[in-house]
């Protein structure tokens, strides 16, 4: 019984493979008929539903597409046409951050319920465990007795440090459970982490582009920014990074080595290396922001730069945001040297994280729930993000690029020169599309014609409008 | 019925009163005993069901108590026996603020289970309304679908701040839920405001003795504390605080007007009225705390500060934290006119309120648990306060002063001069009792010989047993 399962399975990956490589060879090319499931069946002496089944699979990775009633067809392949934008080239001086509410106010019209969610990066709701995380909060609350109302003192709930323990092992490192503090979200890990190690007026080396609500953070706490060149695969430019440190003392570094928001960039584990070699020289600590880590669309989870750290110079920190609960507001950092001030900010910044959200995330870790819901969230991450690059390319003009991020749920699209993103979020909104225009994701407010476009929800015809739309409003404005 | 139970109910009031005027007059005196049930039941023309209930009353109210086969005899009334603390006197100076870990350290000691819990001032789970806030949280969670683990963004749960601002008419203002943001616990609602009115360097007026969290708050926002003399029962000395404010700049005043922490002062509303003149006056900011507002002993609910301010100055803040849920980190700010730059800091600090325990607090005040809660809270609290109170002055050396708080649920004590309140902490931590030593409740580290007792938790024979440790270990240090 097992073999005949391992042996269809075995055959159907085999079947898919030789149809990839018929189309990565351009054997096959966009628009070509692929060769019937009965030819197939046949040239490869395998069943039919064997050939179906390898067929699904193609189509499900975006390489091919049925047709009603003929058959199915290679897909026009988004590298063939939409060019990545190239590495940013950001201002050498370090920048003070002033928004003032801009990033507030753009943040909250992304939230309308109304409005196309283009703008904030979130997850939809129906990628998220609505059903399972209710029924686990509701047995947790019922049993936990006078648990679930007293305070969970920092370092907070044990049970799920102890989770993020066992986790670490995934992350290429080894974390004991006493290494984690447990925070309101990830929001609160980074901004003690800053706190922890600048004072009004350092400097912090950050990507370029990145994380806008860092930037807010940095704004408030009166920090510069020192904008470091990003590759939109790679991510820092270690080049970059080395000249700006020899010019001028930097507090902190700041980054998202894996799966960069917007970016979606991933940085290559030799790069993470040298990254904590350099700043170990330059005696820097590294803010390690891993909130995308485990969103890989396919392959193995990378590792953190926290891995290749011998001297606790990285705050490494995470959340449950992005894959389960944003509401839950659940995150955590891994401050090594730094643990006893972290601990002593958290304290003064909020005494305590709330108990119940962690007692439940905990034990949706423990029991497997949240593994098993993190293998589909990736699949349909990676199909979002691909439904939303093909629709861009086909309603958006020739000459603008696209991301190809392999994890986490945003694009970042570079538009023509002369669209102002600003306009652009302006006019979008005023059809109630929201977008991200690109100047929020830099101190320098660069990126003035780059929008982030959230993929977090499910595809639908909503969002195809919504795209089309913009292609739209992007024409009109060049 | 009614009439009859209306009739009963007046008959045991009338016979408590006069028993208690015979004790207020001094014709009853401690030690005394009171006539017998029998007695007083043909005096008053009353059955003796209506007498028992009457003194079981005055019981209560720790007026009489009864001896096993004895009767009812008058209790050692605590203001005949130990005085209360003199005013504060505070030193001139600003001071900055530097205590590194040691509230940590002492906060942490203080909740570990196996040690008295004399320490930190928090209620104990008997008082909290475990088994009706669970079963809320477990149908909220399952009835909310995705609305239970989606974000609730700044301002927070809507129903929650209807509620708040329902409740408003009870503290003598009329706030409406676009005034409030929600927090997570009364912690970062401080946070917030203190870090919205301040820049590192500021001085800011605070109270002494004051909550050591807000201490360490400032410490960490390098700001500096004015302390300002208080009054035990009434609170700030307004006239200290109008010199301070002649003397130097000040950027805010702090102040806890309803049952202060650690003293138990209820500021008077004439006070409040020229509290909110003078900082008009001299256009300062009032972070006004009213964590224990609702703490009354009896009587009404005091009025905020903030109801006599007419120009947006008062920062009002509150938190769900010593009344249900300590654990659920439920707190709120109405920040007047900083609110922009309020929500702006929440944004940046958390992101986020989490939105579960949220909705289960709204729902629980909705319903009116949490009135029927508050009831028998400030009666246990009352009770606690009282036996405590007594506990002391019964087992500690003679001449110590204690606080007479008519809210809330700690005592102030002041300790003969030559006793450390640090050496007593240490000696006491040795024995598994954990106590507040005063000075960490002011950042010139006064109140060397003064100590804060935890009263939140039923009264028992364990807690009996502590003080009676704690009045040895304080004689053995005089």
């Known amino acids: 019984m097992t073999k005949t399962r391992d042996n269809r399975r075995w055959l159907y990956v085999r079947v898919a493979g030789a149809i990839e490589a018929l189309i990565r060879s351009g054997v096959l090319r966009a628009g070509d008929r692929v060769p019937s499931v009965r030819r197939t069946s046949a040239q490869h002496g395998v069943s039919v539903t064997t050939v179906v089944q390898a067929y699904v699979a193609l189509e499900d990775r975006g390489l091919i597409e049925a047709r009603p009633k003929s058959g199915f067809f290679v897909r026009a392949q988004l590298r063939d046409q939409v060019p990545e934008p ?3 080239r950001p201002a050498i001086a370090a920048t003070t951050v002033e928004f003032g509410s801009l990033q507030t106010k753009i943040f909250e019209a992304a939230l309308l319920p109304e409005v196309v969610p283009f703008g904030a990066a979130y997850p939809g709701a129906e990628n998220l465990p609505v059903v399972k995380l209710n029924r686990i909060m509701a047995s947790v609350a019922r049993r936990e007795g006078a648990g679930a109302v007293g305070y969970d003192m920092p370092p907070g709930c044990e ?13 290429g490192t080894q974390l004991s459970p006493d290494d984690f503090i447990t925070t309101c979200g990830g929001t609160e890990a980074l901004a003690l ?33 020192l ?102 507001r659940i995150g955590w950092v891994a401050p090594g040297r730094y643990y006893a001030k972290v601990k002593a900010l958290k304290l003064s910044s909020t005494l305590a994280t709330a108990s119940l959200p962690q007692m439940a995330i905990a034990e949706f870790v423990a029991n497997g729930g949240y593994d098993h ?11 979002q993000i691909r439904h939303t690059s093909e629709a861009i390319s086909a309603a958006f003009p020739p000459d603008i690029k696209v991301t190809r991020p392999t994890g986490g749920f945003v694009l970042w699209v570079e538009l023509p020169k002369k669209v102002s993103a600003f306009q652009l979020y302006e006019r979008a909104l005023a059809q109630k599309i929201s977008i991200a225009p690109g100047p929020i994701f830099s101190a320098s407010q660069a990126f003035e014609n780059f929008i ?27």
């Open 86 to 88: 190239k590495a940013s």
């Open 159 to 171: 049970a799920l440090r102890r989770q993020l323990a066992k986790r670490s092992l995934d992350w």
């Open 193 to 225: 982490c800053l706190r922890a190690v600048t004072k009004p007026g350092d400097v912090v080396a950050v990507e370029s582009p990145s994380y806008f609500g860092v930037l807010q953070q940095m704004e408030e706490l009166g920090l510069k920014a």
């Open 227 to 328: 904008e470091i060149s990003m590759h939109p695969r790679d991510g820092m430019n270690l080049e970059a990074l080395e000249r700006a440190l020899k010019r001028r003392r930097v507090a902190a570094c700041l980054a998202v080595p894996n799966f960069n928001n917007p970016l979606g960039s991933l940085m290559p584990d030799e790069h993470k290396l040298r990254l904590i070699e350099i700043l170990a020289r330059y005696d820097i600590p590294l803010i390690e922001d891993d909130i995308n880590g485990a969103l890989a669309h396919s392959g193995p989870r990378p590792r953190v730069a926290q891995s290749f750290d011998r001297d606790g110079r990285v705050m490494l920190c995470g959340a449950f945001s992005k894959t389960i609960a944003p509401g839950y």
């Open 373 to 383: 819901h993190l293998r589909r969230l990736r699949q349909n991450f990676a199909a």
């Open 452 to 478: 982030r476009i959230n993929c977090g929800h499910p595809w639908s015809p909503r969002l195809e409008r919504g795209i089309g739309t913009l292609g739209k409003l992007v024409e009109s404005l060049r």
